[in-house]
């Protein structure tokens, strides 16, 4: 089974040769600290996340036919997390296909490399990524795909920098995240998310990206589903 992170060096050589970075992005102090700690406790983000009460999770059918994934590409899954999406995925493109499963967290890649494995999805691969980039291969992938992890982007123009360069032309690029909406949005959600929708939207046609579709998921009422194509 092909499950690896990417060499150190690798890692060491790419961040020698990105692009000149910018300023951290305005998002709360320490927004990824629970993620990163050593002591993270993956079983209960995976109870937090994977349940009927969560949006992403109770809709997760037509989030995956928002991406259009044809057997045989190559699926992202951009802070996979405890990798609610990574079997479906690897069912969608197949034995031929390919899932690439990237997150900061090192606990989570673990352990969603022991849940691939498990599952025997020979087709999934870990990848450790970090603040400022994916550590994708240029041109590797055909549908890059983000829930609820946007938001989290400490360095968002690097990071759609870096996922540009992973996609192929006209690859499809899949958003889903929280609307923030004054006097709508729930008070926890307006100082977690650090801006609206029209801003991240703006975000990424800047990065060189347009909007394919806003896609209606029926069952949303927090969160937002927009796809992409790189142009």
């Avoid at 990237?102 to 989570?108: M, Q």
């Amino acid at each position: 089974m092909k499950l690896h992170c990417l060499p150190s060096l690798v890692l060491a050589l790419s961040a020698c040769a990105a692009p000149q970075q910018e300023t951290r992005t305005a998002v709360p102090e320490g927004i990824n600290d629970s993620f990163l700690a050593e002591d993270a406790d993956v079983d209960r983000f995976a109870g937090r996340w994977e349940l009927e009460s969560r949006e992403v999770y109770a809709n997760r059918e037509d989030i995956l036919a928002a991406l259009r994934i044809q057997p045989g590409e190559t699926v992202a899954d951009i802070g996979t997390g405890t990798g609610l999406y990574v079997e479906p995925f690897a069912a969608a493109v197949g034995p031929e296909g390919r899932v690439f499963a990237v997150d900061i967290s090192p606990k989570f890649i673990f352990h969603v490399r022991e849940r691939a494995e498990a599952a025997g999805l020979e087709q999934v691969e870990v990848v450790l990524s970090n603040e400022r980039s994916t550590e994708l291969p240029e041109g590797s992938v055909d549908v890059a795909f983000l829930c609820d992890v946007y938001h989290h982007f400490e360095y968002h123009e690097d990071m759609l920098r870096s996922i540009r360069r992973a996609l192929k032309p006209g690859g499809r690029f899949v958003v889903v995240d929280f609307d923030r909406i004054p006097g709508v949005t729930r008070e926890w959600l307006m100082g977690h998310i650090r801006a609206g929708k029209d801003v991240f939207v703006s975000e990424i046609e800047a990065a060189g990206f347009r909007v394919d579709e806003e896609v209606d998921i029926p069952g949303f009422e927090e969160n937002y589903c927009v796809r992409f194509v790189r142009e």
